[in-house]
């Protein structure tokens, strides 16, 4: 395939537009189709990075002129439309998570791992080149074996009421990069234990949800990862990574968007608040997993978590979920 690519983009709320801002960056894509049940919304977007409009899914498979789609609709449509494009034949790249039920991620299954079509999962900060290079650190074996990670992962601000409402709680739409995470590192988790905290936020209260969570993770070598989320730092957007073994630590810390530090009688190394928003901290990460996921399009080796990493990541967001509510740990199933 040496013409550009045409991309189906399903959804346009905030993570559809952070993908349209990314294809608008790649040389080898272009935007051919914007689908969006509000229509308007669709125009907009359409009218921004191009492509035809719709509002049906089934007018944008059945037109022939996209060679891979994006789903970045709400969760609730995620399955399914993975499920048609597979029918389709042609590859797909999905926001987490694949669904909130894990029946209906395992009753796709079978369809997903006997197709050859790509199908690519949304978990972006695989790609961050911080993370990256922390990985092949611990990988070339720079801190000896990996004993304790701890993932540090808080948002500037919590999210209005009407999203935490069908969000499926903080571990199945935030922990779940962080769980991403933990098995990129640590592939075989074989233990979840997690607690949940009403600290702040009337709404996630209001939405039977927590608004802090602390999870511990065991490995199947005994390895500890702890994961820490707030829905609120008034710092900014914080996102940290270290890695201890048997030799030494390795760490990634928080972006800012500037070097300059101040010294003075009040403070000193003082620097401005971290970056404030996800887009700030991942947009590279972003437009490098949409650019990964199109190489798999054309037939070549890409790095793309797959449907089977989806699975592992709700499988395990459900048993933090599940030991948080009854307070203990959770061992862990992945078959």
Not at 271 to 298: D, H, K
């Amino acid at each position: 395939m040496t013409k550009q690519i045409r991309i189906g983009l399903f959804g346009t709320g905030r993570i559809g537009q952070v993908h349209a801002m990314s294809l608008a960056t790649l040389d080898e894509a272009t935007l051919a189709w914007v689908c969006d049940p509000i229509i308007e919304s669709a125009k907009r977007t359409a009218a921004e990075f191009g492509g035809r409009v719709s509002d049906d899914p089934e007018e944008v498979f059945a037109s022939g002129e996209v060679d891979a789609v994006i789903v970045a609709s709400p969760t609730a449509t995620h399955v399914d439309l993975v499920e048609r494009a597979i029918d389709a034949g042609v590859p797909v790249l999905c926001e987490k998570p694949i669904d909130l039920d894990i029946a209906r991620v395992n009753a796709l299954r079978a369809k997903a791992a006997a197709s050859d079509v790509p199908i690519a999962l949304g978990f972006n900060k695989r790609f961050d080149r911080h993370f990256v290079e922390l990985k092949r650190r611990v990988a070339a074996g720079e801190i000896g074996r990996l004993e304790q990670m701890v993932i540090t992962s808080r948002d500037p601000g919590e999210p209005p009421a009407s999203y935490l409402a069908d969000s499926g709680g903080i571990f199945r739409d935030m922990t779940i990069h962080d769980l991403d995470m933990a098995r990129y590192f640590i592939p075989d988790i074989v233990e979840v234990s997690a607690q949940g905290a009403n600290v702040f936020s009337e709404n996630a209260r209001h939405a039977g949800d927590f608004d802090s969570a602390v999870v511990t993770l065991r490995g199947s070598k005994d390895e500890l990862v702890t994961i820490v989320n707030s829905r609120h730092a008034a710092y900014g957007y914080d996102q940290r990574i270290e890695a201890f073994g048997s030799t030494g630590l390795l760490q990634v810390g928080n972006k800012n968007d500037t070097l300059v530090r101040h010294w003075s009688a009040r403070a000193v190394e003082a620097i401005g608040p971290y970056q404030n928003f996800f887009l700030e901290r991942y947009a590279e990460a972003y437009r490098l997993e949409v650019a990964e996921f199109l190489r798999a399009v054309r037939g070549l080796p890409s790095r793309n978590p797959g449907f089977e990493d989806g699975r592992a990541a709700l499988i395990l967001a459900d048993a933090a979920e599940k030991s948080a509510r009854a307070g203990v740990a959770i061992e862990v199933d992945h078959t």
